[in-house]
Each structure stands twice: as structure tokens, then as C-alpha cells.
Nanobody, 127 residues
Framework: QVQLTESGGGLVQSGGSLRLSCAGS????????MAWFRQAPGKEREFVAY????????YYADSVKGRFTISRDNAKNSVDLQMNSLKPEDTAIYYC????????????????????WGQGTQVTVSS
């Protein structure tokens, strides 16, 4: 069983930065493709960023491209999301997710491709 725990959320002013971290348990964490999703109040969960097991493939949602950076440290079983130039529309609960299998490049944005989810961390951006 794998457990994912997010941290680093909080309240920040528009234009500010936050760094989210996702700590994973389990020896095979380093083989998992990982992603960040978010869900704003009253909205559906949406894809934010993806990183393959060896960081060879990285994808971002258009809404965060150029502002967010996903990275991972397999030695530490962690995946981070550096968020810069934050906007009020970035306000949401952010979740990290991990997949047991390789995820096709056409499906990385689909939540159903991921087998493990964290409990989420709240990010609030004030205007």
C-alpha cells in the first residue's frame, strides 16, 4: 500500500509563490508516474502537472505553464510543485496522485489513470 501526503499549502497574495510537497511511502515509489491535480470550490477536479518516473516526460496544464514547475526526488520519495506568479484562480485544494503503471502520453491528464491519491492541501490566493 502506498500513502501520499501533501504539504506546503497556505494563503498567499496574488503574484506570490508557494512550494507544495508530496511525500510517498513504499519502496516502489520511484517507479510511479506522478501528477498534481486541483479542485476549486464548485468545480471539477482538473489536471495541473505530470512527471514520469525518471522525470523524462513532464507535462503541464496550459493554465499553469510557465508559472509552475514539477520535480521529483526519488531518493527522498517526494514530488514537489513550485508555484510562482500565483493568481486568485489558482485557489483550490491540490492533490498529488501516483500511478502503478506507465501512463500513456495521451492519458496523463486523466485522474482515472492514477491509483493513489493524497488527502489534499489547500492553496488560497488573495487578490
Amino acid at each position: 500500500q502506498v500513502q501520499l501526503t501533501e504539504s506546503g499549502g497556505g494563503l498567499v497574495q496574488s503574484g506570490g509563490s508557494l512550494r507544495l510537497s508530496c511525500a510517498g511511502s513504499g519502496r516502489t515509489f520511484r517507479t510511479y508516474p506522478m501528477a498534481w491535480f486541483r479542485q476549486a470550490p464548485g468545480k471539477e477536479r482538473e489536471f495541473v502537472a505530470y512527471i514520469s518516473w525518471n522525470a523524462g516526460n513532464i507535462y503541464y496544464a496550459d493554465s499553469v505553464k510557465g508559472r509552475f514547475t514539477i520535480s521529483r526526488d526519488n531518493a527522498k520519495n517526494s514530488v514537489d510543485l513550485q508555484m510562482n506568479s500565483l493568481k486568485p484562480e489558482d485557489t483550490a485544494i491540490y492533490y498529488c496522485a501516483g500511478g502503478l503503471r506507465r501512463i500513456d502520453s495521451s492519458n496523463y491528464y486523466r485522474g482515472r489513470e492514477y491509483d493513489y491519491w493524497g488527502q489534499g492541501t489547500q492553496v488560497t490566493v488573495s487578490s
